[in-house]
């Protein structure tokens, strides 16, 4: 079982986050996510507010990777799991209210996702599996 450290919290909460999905087919998809938190020691969170590729792609197929570095400093990690969207609920509802404050015009979900693998991004140890 995978557990962010006090470390990679901070690093969440300091850096921007790329989201990777991929349809049922197998087409990838990677993007910017500005809300990636971290909720507690294994999962993280989004807002999907477009309602776009991540979205459908999710709806489609739940596996994920994010990948969160400091390209000044060469350090970094990826977060393999699975994710739950979520339309309705305490975390949908917590997702919307911080949305509307940042001034976005809404919500089409809120994205759980379980942390089951992290990998070092940085150097040394690139590619190394952490957890």
């Known amino acids: 079982m995978a557990k962010l450290t006090d470390e990679m919290k901070q690093f969440v909460a300091n850096h921007q986050a790329f989201i990777a999905t991929s349809s049922g ?3 990838p998809n990677i993007g910017p996510k500005r809300s990636t938190r971290v909720l507690d020691d ?9 309602g776009k590729r991540t979205y459908e792609n999710l709806k489609q197929n739940p596996k994920i990777a994010i990948a969160v ?3 000044d400093n060469v350090k970094g990690f990826r977060f393999v799991g699975t994710a739950n969207v979520m339309e309705s609920g305490p975390l949908y509802d917590k ?4 949305v509307l404050k940042m001034g976005f015009p809404g ?3 809120a994205v759980k996702v379980h942390v089951d693998e992290i990998y070092n991004l940085g150097i040394p140890g690139a590619g190394d599996r952490i957890e």
């Open 25 to 27: 087919e197998g087409v």
């Open 42 to 50: 294994e999962n993280l969170f989004f807002a999907e507010i477009t």
């Open 69 to 71: 570095v400091d390209r």
């Open 95 to 98: 997702v919307k209210e911080g």
């Open 107 to 109: 919500l089409k979900a």
